[in-house]
């Protein structure tokens, strides 16, 4: 089945940087990518997702990239800010279209 | 819409008792999933319905485990007997028309099992 694993686990920023966390997987046939935000007690909430016929999508501060070749995608979080302070999980789409969600990254942004 | 709806909030039970989970999808979502989360494995699909069927249990741990979606509204999940490592939070989650639509998760139900 699909393997879903992201890096680093934990990523301190200061508030203002930038973040960027990485998700590998395994099936070549995966073709939808969404990550997750999930804040301390809280629900998953979708904050973006990208679809194999894209390279990148953005919305305002959060982007996302894909790349097919080497089988991984990131998320790009620009211009930090304490509420951007999460567990962030990524997410693929086995071939059989469920999604094999990854471990989770905690990013803490430092005022 | 006020989501996907979870009951209990909390659960704490002891070992050996049964425990039922209730979710409400958002109305007209043809697809609901059951997740489970711990700190060592992460978030784990247990099951999935489409249109109140069971497509995919796979990800069910034991026969202790079932789940069921007699409506469109209405959903549960039972563990019985419970066990100390059911410990976990369990999420509902529901998308409109296939997997890959955007999957709308509940609050959660923290279990305890003593």
């Known amino acids: 089945g699909e393997n879903v694993e992201q890096h680093p686990s934990t990523l301190s920023v200061q508030e203002g940087d930038s973040a960027v966390i990485k998700c590998t997987y395994s099936d070549s046939a995966s073709n939808y990518f969404p990550w997750y935000k999930q804040e301390l007690g809280k629900r998953p909430q979708l904050i973006i997702d990208i679809r194999s016929n894209v390279g990148e999508k953005k919305d305002q501060r959060i982007a996302v990239t894909l790349n097919k070749t080497a089988k991984h995608f990131s998320l790009h979080i620009t211009e930090t800010q304490p509420e951007d302070s999460a567990v962030y999980f990524c997410a693929a789409s086995d071939g059989n279209n469920r999604l094999a969600f990854g471990k989770g990254n905690q990013v803490v942004v430092i005022p | 819409d006020a989501g996907v709806i979870q009951s209990p909030r909390h659960e704490v039970t002891e070992m050996g008792q049964e425990v039922t989970l209730r979710c409400k999808p958002i109305s007209g979502h043809d697809y609901l999933f059951w997740y489970r989360q711990t700190m060592m494995r992460g978030l784990e699909l247990l099951i999935y319905?489409?249109?109140?069927?069971?497509?995919?249990d796979s990800g069910m741990p034991e026969d202790r485990f079932s789940a069921k979606m007699p409506n469109a509204s209405f959903s549960t999940l039972k563990i019985q007997p419970s066990e100390p490592r059911d410990s976990a939070v369990y999420f509902c989650a529901s998308s409109l028309g296939s997997l890959t639509d955007t999957q709308y998760f509940g609050p959660g139900t923290r279990l305890t099992v003593l």
């Open positions: 319905f489409n249109n109140n069927v069971p497509i995919d």
